[in-house]
């Protein structure tokens, strides 16, 4: 799997956690990915257990009953400089969020790059090259060894 360009969106003011979480399902959808009903398979997945990962990054995946509208293994990549808050509306502390990671994993296949993410982003100084990047081929150098 590649990572690709048009499957990046700079920039983005988001309100809130789902409309992230929507973002980042529409670009696998139009990445061909996916099928439209994999996104609120998505946010039924974060409603039960929070894809927030720390160090500003969420990766969004789909709930088991979500795996029969995948297509193929593909990553989405969401960049929210000034963050979402991706908290529940009962918990006390802000969860911000600047890198949203939409997956889909054909045959398990999310379970790899979901390691892989969270092994790069570990370092939270890599996430802000990714929150700080100027262009898509930007995130994809970055990102290179990942989905391999």
Known sequence: MKLKTN???????VPTRD???????QLLVDGGCVAPEYIDSMIARNN????????????????DEGKKYIKETGISIVQIPMGVDFSKPD?????LVTVVFGIAGKDNEHLNILSQIALFCSNVANV?????????????????????
């Not at 409309?19 to 399902?25: D, E, K, L, S, V």
């Open 128 to 148: 802000a090259k990714i929150a700080d990047a100027k262009t898509p081929e930007e995130i994809v150098d970055l990102l290179q060894e990942i989905g391999k």
């Open 7 to 13: 499957m990046i969106k700079l920039d983005q003011e």
């Open 91 to 95: 918990e006390d502390q802000e969860q």
């Open 48 to 63: 039960d257990v929070s894809t927030y990962m720390g160090n500003f990054i969420a990766i969004p995946h789909g709930t």
């Open 19 to 25: 409309q992230a979480i929507r973002i980042a399902g």
